[in-house]
């Protein structure tokens, strides 16, 4: 990796452009996951690559649905596997779910490598390297889902999900958290639950919600998601991006009218 | 290249992604190249992937500074090289200017390349391969710059560039126009004039604008630079982001408050 002064005021999102890059060299991600890092960054950049109070809600929205759900699944891709596989792994610990690799291009190589990866981490249990069904409206490799992961679960945990697979996932009347950046997302609308954050924050966040809400009884979880509107929850995030960029804006270019002034002398 | 229909809502993102990708896979662009370009698509998609009335207002300024320089260049790196090589040329003819590759990553290897698929389309100087300056300010291979190209220019068009190469530029008393979709980015807030749009649509729209202002004076030219102020009109581009923006949101979740309603019942 290039060196990186933990200095740097963008530290977290320099080191997880590297280890994006790194995972294409070791053949765990996509060329195309390279620019979807780079979308990721920019949409990071406009929530002033922080937790918003409202991700905050769905992460505790999210662990109390994958707490409640009775065959959870974890759809882990070549970004999420070259970002946080770690935190995969103890996201599939706590709530109890077998990781399911899937990839949107798909080579059976980068499917054995990520597996082989997440297992050298202590998954308990790693899907995808012989998938057994199809997920309908899907076309070809894209559809592939295996018994006893994805394609048979009531609720799955998709980070950085394309729409297309989010929305086929959502018609087999399964419940569907997602982590995506982007607010407007075919993938964040169609959720049953979107986390609008950085993975590397959404997913340890999502293990101490979890650890939290354990202390708490189920009739609580229920509650939690009675309350819960994923629209009003996407609403509040838009705002918060609509506020934050105003205030770059202003704070850089407050003296704008003086500048203009000062040039009229 | 993947085959995409040009009745695709999103064809011109997805053609360009796919020119980035040929890049690199010939050798013309960095694998970092795709997470900037990734980046690029997130900022476009907030101005709403149009050209906006303060990018054409900053396109005219610039196309009137780069006329009435006395020694322009013209910067050309990897994702430059794989988006608008032919562009360039047009550019470069324009405003009788060279190209001078100038890569952040520098291998001699892709240097070579670029400059030979820049002559293949026309390109009257191509400059970069043999640099014999050095700008003051920056490290090893970034600060090499050629005596007749960027080195001695008076104007420089950096389309896609790096904040410390804008600075140092600007701190050598040259003039710098800037392509960059990032308003905030200190490439936008250090150049003279940023063209705040799309490589692929301000390329054109300069050599359009050219043309426009090559049947009026020198004079009128001089009077639109006087009247410039690039901090407006970055103030003006960060507002059309946030109208589109809070437009979008309000599109689509504008029925929020309804289906919180619904939920009531």
């Known amino acids: 990796m290039t060196e990186i002064p933990n200095s740097h005021p963008r530290y977290e999102s320099l080191m997880a452009r590297e280890r994006i890059v790194k995972g294409v060299k070791e053949g765990l991600t996509s060329l195309q996951g390279m620019i979807a890092q780079g979308r ?19 992460t505790k929205a999210a662990a109390a649905m994958l707490l409640l759900a009775k065959r959870p699944a974890i759809s882990v891709n070549g970004n999420v596997a070259a970002l946080v596989p770690a935190g995969m792994v103890e996201l599939a610990k706590t709530f109890n779910a077998p990781l399911e690799v899937n990839l949107f291009h798909r080579t059976e190589e980068r499917v054995a490598k990520i597996a082989a990866l997440l297992r050298s981490l202590g998954a308990p249990l790693v899907l995808g390297e012989r998938p057994d069904q199809h997920i309908p409206g899907l076309e070809h490799s ?60 959404a997913v340890p966040n999502l293990v101490f919600s979890a650890a939290e809400l354990s202390k708490s009884r189920p009739e609580y979880w229920r509650s939690l998601l009675r309350e819960y509107d994923n629209n009003v929850i996407l609403r509040q995030t838009a705002d918060e991006i609509l506020n934050h960029l105003n205030s770059q804006f202003s704070q850089q270019f407050s003296n704008t009218q003086n500048i203009f002034m000062q040039r009229e002398h």
């Open 40 to 58: 990721g960054e920019a949409f990071d950049y406009l929530l002033g690559e922080r937790t918003t109070p409202s991700a905050n809600a769905a």
């Open 142 to 201: 894209r559809a592939f889902a295996t018994r006893g992961g994805i394609f048979d679960a009531d609720v799955v945990l998709i980070p950085l999900e394309d729409g297309d697979r989010c929305e086929a996932l959502v018609k087999m009347e399964k419940k569907v958290v997602a982590i995506d950046l982007n607010p407007l997302s075919r993938t964040s609308r169609m959720a049953t639950v979107t986390i609008v954050d950085n993975i590397a924050r």
